[in-house]
């Protein structure tokens, strides 16, 4: 399994933007689609963007569609989640997760990273 690590959390005003990083270690992240997950308290989880790695698809929540923008950089290794505009509803912990192209379950996860958006 890949193993991931997250960076680039934080605490930002509202309108505000980030840059969430998620490296692999242990092996690339070919054959690999990645998705980024927030979790607030008392919420769900929610994927709320997804790339594949070796194909150009890309895919994101409503709640974040025209703000989030999620990249590759196949030098570093490395998925990029690009946040703007964010509002306080953004405001969760950040997981990044791996999933084997062809299999349904992520079984690789970030260990998080707390995104908090203030008003």
């Known amino acids: 399994q890949v193993q991931l690590v997250e960076s680039g959390g934080g605490l930002v005003q509202a309108g505000g933007s980030l840059r969430l990083s998620c490296a692999a270690s242990?092996?690339?992240?070919?054959?690999?689609?990645v998705g980024w997950f927030r979790q607030a308290p008392g919420k769900e989880r929610e994927l709320v963007a997804s790339i594949s790695w070796s194909g150009g698809g890309r895919n994101y929540a409503d709640s974040v569609k025209g703000r989030f923008t999620i990249s590759k950089d196949f030098a570093k290794n490395t998925v990029y989640l690009q946040m703007n505009s964010l509002q306080p509803e953004d405001t969760a912990v950040y997981y990044c997760a791996a999933r084997s192209t062809g299999t349904a379950s992520f079984e690789s996860w970030g260990q998080g990273t707390q995104v908090t958006v203030s008003s």
């Open positions: 242990g092996r690339t992240f070919s054959g690999y689609f």
